[in-house]
Nanobody, 115 residues
Framework: QVQLVESGGGLGQRGGSRRLACVVS????????MGWYRQAPGKWREWVAS???????NYANAVKGRFTISRDNAKNTVYLQMNNLKPEDTAVYYC?????????WGQGTQVTVSA
């Protein structure tokens, strides 16, 4: 059974940076596109960034130019480098396979950005 474990969240200030990591275990990782998503309080979960098996990337307009997604296939890990953080980036961040996500999402990692 596939397990997704996100980490790296925490409390930060506007303009700061954080690096999130998502370890994928129990599945075929290297051949899959992966994505990061986030869910803010009272809002639907939204897509943030994605990376293909060939490391092509795509970003939501809200994070373009500030966030960078990358992957390390040897470690079954996908990363999200977040720079110039804004209070509106406050959310629980999740990763999952794309386009067809695994049924079981991870617990996510909370990112809170103060003004």
């Amino acid at each position: 059974q596939v397990q997704l474990v996100e980490s790296g969240g925490g409390l930060g200030q506007r303009g700061g940076s954080r690096r999130l990591a998502c370890v994928v275990s129990g599945g075929t990782y290297s051949g899959n596109a992966m994505g990061w998503y986030r869910q803010a309080p009272g809002k639907w979960r939204e897509w943030v960034a994605s990376i293909t098996s060939g490391s092509s990337t795509n970003y939501a307009n809200a994070v373009k130019g500030r966030f960078t997604i990358s992957r390390d296939n040897a470690k079954n890990t996908v990363y999200l480098q977040m720079n110039n953080l804004k209070p509106e980036d406050t959310a629980v961040y999740y990763c999952n396979r794309m386009p067809n996500g695994y049924a079981n999402w991870g617990q996510g990692t909370q990112v809170t950005v103060s003004a």
